[in-house]
């Protein structure tokens, strides 16, 4: 269960053991990445993030506002192989990530300054247990207006795990029989989707990859 209470307690990293030691992060690794990324803010006070995937309907970390945004010059991709979660070794899954160029709509997060500490690592802990993101600050705009910097999490290219064929054509039948201990990888999708939908959004990708989906599954 990914929740706030697996992570605190260390049952979410636990839950991931069984990975190859080559791509687990260890918790010294995770601390690393979140001082390095932390180093490179371009601004203090509150913070944003950008939610593109399951931070939309599953945040876990606490904020204060929620809004609608878009990022520039990224676009949504599951280009990530996905051996646990929502995948095994046996029947691989995709995981979701950015690659460059197009445009993402997403949520925008905002979490307070006074509990940044302690919402960041739990933020880290979720999204880097293999370092197949890398932690990047860009500019996000605002649907009501007004724009920001946020921290967004994108795909790392030279990560074992990055697969770059990442065509819904490709990927679909290996995401339609993919699952593990957070369920299926098509679930996933599926819910994306909805988040989207909920929030008068839409992604041409998205809604292709979920329609083979629904072919297959």
């Known amino acids: ?6 992570i605190s307690s ?3 990293l636990e ?17 690393q990445s979140l001082a390095e990324t932390m180093s490179r ?21 606490e904020y204060d ?3 609608i945004a878009t990022l520039d010059d990224w676009r949504r991709s599951f280009c990530i192989r996905l051996i646990a979660g929502r995948g095994s070794p046996e029947k691989p899954g995709r995981m979701l990530s950015l690659e460059p160029g197009g445009t993402t709509e997403g ?13 960041l690592r739990i933020l880290w802990i979720r999204e880097m247990v293999t370092g197949a993101y890398t932690p990047t600050w860009a500019p996000i705009r605002f649907r009501a207006g007004g724009e920001a910097i946020a921290l967004v999490f994108v795909a ?4 074992a795990q990055f697969e770059p064929d990442a065509r819904p054509a490709a990927i679909a039948p290996l995401m339609a029989v993919a699952s593990g201990s957070f369920g299926t990888n098509a679930e996933y999708v599926f819910k994306l989707q909805r988040a989207l939908a909920d929030c008068q959004m839409c992604d041409s990708y998205i809604d292709e990859l979920a329609a083979q989906l629904q072919r297959l599954t």
């Open 1 to 6: 269960m990914l929740n706030r209470t697996a």
């Open 10 to 12: 260390g049952a979410y």
């Open 15 to 31: 839950s991931f053991d069984s990975l190859p030691k080559d791509i687990l992060w260890t918790q010294a690794q995770i601390d």
């Open 41 to 61: 803010r371009p601004e203090q006070g509150d913070l944003w993030v950008f939610a593109y995937g399951s931070l939309m309907w599953n945040p876990v970390s």
């Open 65 to 67: 506002s929620r809004v």
């Open 107 to 119: 949520v925008a997060l905002r979490m307070p300054e006074s509990t940044l500490n302690e919402e």
């Open 156 to 159: 790392n290219s030279h990560q």
